[in-house]
């Protein structure tokens, strides 16, 4: 089992850098593909960027493709999400994520995550 708890979320300028942070607890964060969702108001829950187990395979939401950059740090159990060049559509609450299932790249559907943060908030100012 593993416990998230998301930070660094906060209020930046368009065209701003944000980096968040999701710190894991329990034992086995390596045997976890990690993934970084967002949800605006009134909108669903969507997937921003995946990372597997080993941090050798990414994958990314076209819509943050060349802005964001996911990493881990297994022995630090933790998983970054830096987002560059954000956008008023980026504002959101976003949400740590983190799941067995071993697919390369790292899956994009929220089915394939069992464990989730609180979320921190991103609000993006234009």
């Known amino acids: 089992q593993v416990q998230l708890v998301e930070s660094g979320g906060g209020l930046v300028q368009a065209g701003g850098s944000l980096t968040l942070s999701c710190a894991a607890s329990?034992?086995?964060?390596?045997?976890?593909?990690m993934g970084w969702f967002r949800q605006a108001p009134g909108k669903e829950r969507e997937f921003v960027a995946g990372i597997s187990r080993g941090g050798g395979s990414t994958s990314y939401a076209d819509s943050v493709k060349g802005r964001f950059a996911i990493s881990r740090d297994n022995a630090k159990k933790t998983v970054n999400l830096q987002m560059n060049s954000l956008k008023f559509e980026d504002t959101a609450v976003y949400y740590c994520?983190?799941?067995?299932?071993?697919?390369?790249?790292?899956?994009?559907?929220?089915?394939?995550?069992?464990?989730w943060g609180q979320g921190t908030q991103v609000t993006v100012s234009s």
């Open positions: 994520a983190g799941g067995s299932v071993w697919t390369l790249p790292p899956a994009r559907n929220r089915d394939s995550y069992t464990y």
């Open positions: 329990g034992r086995t964060f390596s045997n976890y593909a």
